[in-house]
């Protein structure tokens, strides 16, 4: 007898009940103003890891040795923002409370907004660690206030003053670098302060929210609003690596990536390659 | 001194108050829930209008002769359909109010409901004329009332049975079938009972939307959903040249172009020529 | 609890004990001597499927009505064709010996080999309907015996002379027009034969081979070798139709899509219609 | 020892002293206003030329049993137009000198003038077949006298009236067609009249050129101003085949394709196929 | 009452008069001799700008603080050079008679000379800074003096020895850099001596030129030639605010970009963030 | 009387018998389980070959000085991979027995072991430098011992242990980095080690395989499997210029070019200048 045809992200394929961490694709991008297209990342993310290997040299650990369970796509209804956000909410508390560790891939960024909904609400104090060319700081978008421009100061509604640490911003308006002074620690340019932080988060609860953007639009093109003068993969890969192996990591997303855009395909098996190392770190 | 630049869809550059049709564009596509892109359909539109001729060798009419104007695109917010849908209704209805027919440029074909409630406000009893691929006739799609899936259900909300006049239909669930026998008057698969619509609505107000997809994907594959066996762009030219020159239309679109997904510029050409045919219709 | 994520074909995931059709990819394209790719269509056709609906118009049926199952891609060891015809020879025989019809989605049309091997040795006499834009009637191509080129040549020296029915072959070497005079039936540049052949075919076990580049490369410029003045998608839709609808169809298969050559998705989404109709047609 | 690489379009590597039909690309697109690219077909043409047969089913004839010969590109000074056209004449002078027909692969529509200039002046009394989308018959662009625009007002100013007989138009402005009907004869939108022409010109010289714009933008999208409504393939090809086995043609060109606008490469083998069907026609 | 549509570089709307900056687009690619497509550049720059942020983290500057004004395009006639250089140099001279500064988006490099021949009927005296991976100085190209890679030999004819800067020259031939020994100033491969350059040419009339191809083809593949091994952004963007915050600034232009030959739409971003950058640092 | 057209890589237009240097491409790619295309990169490397200059500003050497012969194209046999590998033994062999090095551009990786097999034969003693992201170093890859992801390990059965030099290596599975640990001199992730490698080589023969996916995908994203965090073109082109300029290379190859997944044509570009750079270092 056959058996059905099954694609999850490379490795992840272990029985839901033996991991630690579980995925979830959230492919939405109703609320992008500019280029849409993240709503097609989890699938291209999927189909396109198998060609990456299990082992990372870097870490010198393999995939196969833990185990990762991936439960597939949220179907999300464009056009209700506030359902889309409560649907991927109920994803994250349905693996949060079987003692698991939510693993979205977005999508926008306004998707984190509904993972950490769910963490804030399990965990009571939360940090934030954010990497991003953008700031994502704005009040309101257009009058939206559900907007991929904005998913930060939601959060930040949620988390409170400090407890928001953003790497690699380089751009936004005026008033988000206010914002910014004030209420979150936002490391323009580069992940220069990221030991310290560190140091600073050890033992606390941290969601991680990687918006691909933050990369070099060199390495990582597709994606919908590309800014020039961003990270190396090097420098992003060591971070998460010693962001997922030092801290307590309770939720992590990554996000945006419009894979359409880079017919080359790099961009895609850029992000894959990031899944696996934060995989592998989060992994002991 | 040196002027502004100023880029209308060609030969639509008429003082406002000259123009009897006028333009403008609604790149909206928050809800399509497969392939996005028709946000930037008009903008495509405008730019790729220098392509084709002010003359129209079918009609033997030049564009050059009539007075059009382009009030350009309208800024919407994605993620509220509701809001979307009034914006376009003000523009539709401010344009109705100082005595002009409004033509739509899409978007999704979600955005005729905001022009068809404005015409419908104004008319009173009013006819839809509709070439398309896809019935649309849903009542809620993945329980969203505010769909492309369903614009021509709530659009029958509005003028009621035996008012929407369907052609090309070839897509659709057996319900949207089963509910056009009953409140629609569609013809499946081809044009063939045009011309006894156009004798019946003599004299009525009608509303023209064109759904591009109604076309092959052969001449017209930038679209987000398309469907085989399509009318040719003889037959759809011939049928948008009858109905603008036979029959009373006091509003109009067209819709469902994403010209990203033909990097050959095809359809946006045919988009181009169509809007021609229709505007050199629609003046006497 | 969380299910794993599941992609087959639109309305193929019954199980496998009611289904009477069973699909299976065979991405294989390593004897492409042209453009390669086709080695991507199985994942490209499932993951478009959902563009289309399930009911079709045409036929006023409706796959959720009927069982199919889809039992996944081979894993085809590229570099030695030999073995990876077995393997598909071996998928086709155990569903064939569970008593179901084996509908396999190309790769190059050389798996047709895998496939008709496994159908001949069930049931003997065999016929196969061909509908193809290149009569496949090489002797050897630069010394290759197995060959997507020679695919019905080596089809012939298993089914012999008059049974393999050739439709809208318009390109070849002189020779391969010279042996079809003499062993098979060809119908030149269109499908102007059907009817007859269905008439002599009625009761017989026939095997449906579709080169999908028999259409024509404007509704279908997604494959290796576009060749124009092909079929019309009517035309090939209702070819199919007929022969499925009319002939004991013991195995068949689609090939030849090359998605990543046609950037707008038309052909992939050509492809999962023309797959739809066949299902259905082949459906009672 | 190694022979050096020799790549022409297939089957044309006969000797030159051999051949009846000698084959030059000249790609200039340099007053191209709109998209260029034509630029690029000569080399697109050559290398997707082994992707077709040397066989004709349409004829029944191999081009492997006649002599043709390929010189070639032509390398043009970009900026200076008179100078590229009196590169092309002087081409055209060496291969009609030598007894020869020459067949030029453009290019943009302008590189005619180069040849036509050259076989008029040996031939002296000259006719034109005209295969094209637009007109052609600006007196000028943008007061440029030297644009692809003008190419068939500049052949008129060379050959006289009633010396061009243009098939397929269906673009241009006004005054074209008012020009048309005083000076040339053309016949719009489809190749009606074409039986009645041969008729007329047999036993005169005439020069063939073709602008592959004349086909339906679906088959043939690759090109800078596609034009919606066009004529098919086979309708092509029927003409240029007519044309050729009954007329004495003493220089042809093929023109307009822009390869890079088209990705899935149908318009390159369109033209590869047309050319062939050329090249048969021609040879007894 | 509706205002027309207008689409500026964004934050160029300003008066006029106001605009102490004023931008207008040459959009011509005439002599490019290997890919064209420049010629779209100043279209896509004024689209695309939208994706940007008005303020610069960098320089702790907004553009919604001044004053800029986009005059739009030049429509130039493809085809005569001389023409086309000439249109140029009377918009730059209807600017500088106006007081104010040209910057100039190309477009090919050549459209520099007709700006640069204006910036120096004005000043007298004249400095050129010239960022680009090509010297550009050859005397003729195929006998073309007017080409794209001429253009800074024919500046030099009118500014003469020593008063042209090059940075980031990474190829051309022998004579190139031989002629550049003696004639210019060449910093071959990087931007090293910008620092002594900038003090060098303190209070002096300096026009900038910035051949976007001067960056690493990583980060900026849209362009004609790309060449491996450029400069990085960051280094790019430092040195045209170096320049322009701290030289006399009578002219500028940024010229190459071809943006479709980069789907991502990365090279396009790149080519506004460093227009914005350049716009900011000449504003006090 | 008219020359053929020939077409070789920019400046290998010499005499067979003068040339040290013997190009030649295999453009083969049967065994590529992931992404097929290389075997369209000979082709395209000498088209775009003429994108660059023939002088090198980094060696200050120009090709013209120098002799070399482009002997064209293999024609090999997709499907049988041992004939594929003899074909190309065989040309390298030719190459040799004339006293003279060959110059192999690929096609997959695996093409290596032919050119290989000829070197090994003829020189007995023999070195590998490998420039690769990935180890190749598997036994079998699904069962198949000739395929790409095992070249290394197929010459390793050739060369024997301490004889292959691996620079740049960063994906594989663990069993490789293991097999790399006893039987070759890996240097992961970079070139640091290359300076003591050249020294430990001088005098020794040597064989150079370049797999340009050593490379940052964001400068070489045209390749079947990219991976992240690759050397600069910087470090690839001074490391080959090392090698070639003080080492007795006796035979060399690059490969993994696929040109069509990287429309931008940046890959291309790149690996013609990087041969060229080769070429130049080699002659004296």
């Given at each position: 007898m056959l058996n059905k045809n099954i694609q999850t992200?490379?490795?992840?394929?272990?029985e839901y009940s033996e991991a630690e961490t579980v995925l979830f694709g959230?492919?939405?991008?109703?609320?992008?103003?500019?280029?849409?297209?993240?709503?097609?990342a989890p699938e291209a993310i999927r189909s396109e890891?198998?060609?990456?290997?299990?082992?990372?040299?870097?870490?010198?650990?393999?995939?196969?040795?833990y185990s990762y369970f991936d439960s597939g796509d949220l179907e999300l209804p464009f056009g209700d923002t506030e359902k889309v956000l409560s649907y991927i909410q109920q994803r994250s508390e349905t693996i949060l409370s079987d003692g698991k560790r939510p693993f979205m891939i977005g999508?926008?960024?306004?998707?984190t907004l509904g993972s950490v909904r769910a963490v804030k609400e399990k965990y009571g104090e939360l940090y934030i660690i954010h990497f991003d060319a953008?700031?994502?700081?704005?009040?309101?978008y257009l009058g939206q206030k559900l907007s991929h421009a904005c998913v930060l100061r939601r959060c930040h509604e949620l988390?409170?003053?400090?407890?928001i640490f953003q790497f690699g911003i380089r751009s936004g308006d005026r008033e988000e670098f206010e914002f910014a002074k004030k209420h979150t620690v936002m490391n323009k340019?580069?992940?220069?302060?990221l030991a310290g932080t560190v140091e600073k988060l050890r033992g606390k609860n941290v969601y991680l929210t990687v918006?691909?953007?933050?990369?070099?639009?060199?390495?990582?093109?597709?994606?919908?609003t590309p800014e020039a003068e961003g990270v190396t993969f090097k420098e992003l890969r060591e971070a998460v690596t010693l962001v997922c192996s030092q801290l307590n990591i309770v939720g992590c997303d990554v996000n945006e990536?419009?894979?359409?855009?880079?017919?080359?395909g790099v961009s895609t098996a850029v992000a894959c390659k990031l899944i696996r190392e934060i995989l592998l770190a989060l992994s002991e």
């Open positions: 992200f490379i490795a992840c394929d272990s959230a492919g939405f991008d109703g609320t992008t103003s500019f280029r849409p297209g993240t709503r097609f890891s198998f060609g990456i290997e299990t082992y990372s040299p870097y870490q010198d650990k393999d995939m196969l040795d999508g926008e960024h306004l998707v953008h700031a994502d700081l704005r009040d309101d988390v409170g003053d400090g407890h340019f580069n992940l220069d302060g918006d691909m953007d933050v990369l070099d639009p060199s390495v990582f093109p597709g994606t919908g990536l419009s894979p359409h855009y880079d017919p080359t």
